[in-house]
Structures are given as C-alpha cells and as structure tokens.
C-alpha cells in the first residue's frame, strides 16, 4: 500500500490594523507612532480641543478623511496603507486649521522602534513667516442695525452642533445683528495687521464713523484677543485667509459661508463724542467675500465664498461684563 502524504502549510490569516491613537487640539496634531509597517492602520482620532476638528491622511496616492469630530468625541478611520511618507492634517476650514499648524508626518515602512511610541506634534516645516497686510476702506459705509436672519433654514441644521449657545443664537435668528436692517451712514476705517501664526499676532488701526443717531465715535485697536472658546477660535488674534461661519461650525452659522483675506479679533478703546466709553471693547473685523448686493445693500447668498473679497466688515460689542453702549454693533465699509 503506498502511503500519501500530506503536507500542510500554515497560512497566516489576515493581520490585525495597526493602530496610531490621534490627539487634536488647537492647533496641534499628535500621533502616537510616527513610524509603522505597510498594511492595514486604524486612527483612532480624539477632539481634545475646543471646536470641532477632523483627520485627513494624503499620501502615496491617497485622500482620505474622518467626518468632523466634535470636542470630547472620538471617531476611527481605518486604511491600507503602502510603503512612503503621508501628512495627516486637520482639513476644517478649507486648510485654515492646517496653517496654524494642525499637520503631522507618519512615516510607513522602515520602522525603528526608538521612534514608534509616544505622542509627537511633528508639526510640518518651520515655524510660519511673519505676514502683515494693511487694510483701507474705500466704499459706502453702511451700518447693520438688528432685524431676522434671512436663512433660517439653512443655518437650523448648523445650529444643532452649538451646544449650550444654541438657544441664544436662534433668538438671533429672529432678531439679531446679522439682517438685511442697514442704514447708510459715513465714517472711514484703516488697519494694519500681523499674523505670527498661532501667537503673538498684532493690529493697529483707527475707525471713524458717525451713527444713525448723529453720535461721532472713534474705536483706537491696538490689541488682539488670543483666548479661544468652542466654536470661536480666535487663531492667535489675526489670520490671512480663513474660510468660515455658514456651514463650516467655526464661528456662527447666522453669518453666510465666506473666505476672507484677514480676519482678526481684538480689544479696542471706544470713544464716544471724544468721551471714553471703554477700554476693553470687543471687536471683530474681517475682509471678506462679497456677501451684500448693490443699492439695498441685504445679504444676497448663503454661500459666498466663492464671490470676490471686497467687503470691510466690523462688529464692536461691550467687553465681558460692561455694561452695553447704545451703538449697535455691525458696520460695513
């Protein structure tokens, strides 16, 4: 009797994902391996910021990204992933959270293991230039009084995502300061800013204008605001280039979706008829993409980024527990 023999050959079965645990914050990517073996990676990505980040991995021919994860949540994104060098960035903001810094490198194939644990920033290149840029106004003048938001229903499903200040938002939506309300007035606005990156930034700037109501006011800015809160980065006082508000979740939905050239966000000495009103106003401006038509000057789209940068927007309100001032806070020039 012949005897047949069998040989087996052991075959491994398919191989667990590697795992890379992501931290985000403001502005920070943190991976805890920088380096791993070709094969199948789980990210499993952790907000522990103040506003809504996400993931995208791009490299070798990839692009992928995580839905929009909201602070103290977490989500995973598993991939295959070949031999080579890939960025993983925060893609909120059409890349403006990527600029202040949110983007790592992970490293597949060649793995040293003195190199393989514990959270890293591997923040991408050198510390960012200093950039400036020096803003006149040159057009009507035009003063946003308070009236309803003309996209309720567009802005309702943004509104979901903003927790406790969601209830005071939709009173805005009825009544705020972001109507098609907008009387003409005069006054002149000029202002040079510095982008540091995510500190240290800079403004100097004089606003003159005179209300609805004949007072002549006068607003001196000298400092940034830096202090970030949910929803309202304030990127370290000044940004060039952000794409926000509208659908984004970064700062409110009740202004439309815009790009802007600079954005900046600081404290500013109110004058009122040359009396001193406060020291400690707050005060938002931002150069922005066209969101007013011509003549009546009422917000013309929801989504404007696309449109071109060529309003001056300023808001002014009373500082952390200051009483109000009677000038309302929108003005457009």
Known sequence: ?????????????????????????????????????????????????????????????????????????TGTLTLTLKRGRYEVYCPVG???????????????????TSESTGYDGSAMGDAPAVQAISVTGGGPVVQILPGPFPFPDSAAPILQAFGDEREGLESQVKNGPYSNNVGRISGTFRFTAWDKGATRDSVDGIAEFTTQDGARWRLVLDRVQTKDVPHHPRFGGVILGLFYHGVTQVHTPLVPTINSAVALWAFGHLYRKGTLVTDNAMVHVMLLSRTRRDGDFALACWDCSRNKIEELQLQILPGPGEPKFDAPGGFLF
Not at 94 to 112: F, I, Q, Y
């Open 1 to 73: 009797m012949k005897r047949i023999m069998l040989l087996l050959a052991l075959l491994p079965g398919p191989r667990e994902p590697a795992q890379v645990n992501v931290r985000l914050s403001e502005w920070k990517v943190e991976l805890s391996q920088q380096n791993i073996a070709e094969g199948p990676v789980t990210f499993v990505v952790t907000n522990s910021g103040q506003i809504p980040h996400a993931i995208e991995v791009e490299g070798q021919g990839i692009e992928k990204e995580i839905e929009t994860i909201q602070p103290g949540a």
């Open 94 to 112: 059409e890349g403006s959270h990527k600029k202040l810094g949110m983007e790592a490198r992970l490293t597949v194939g060649s793995v040293r």
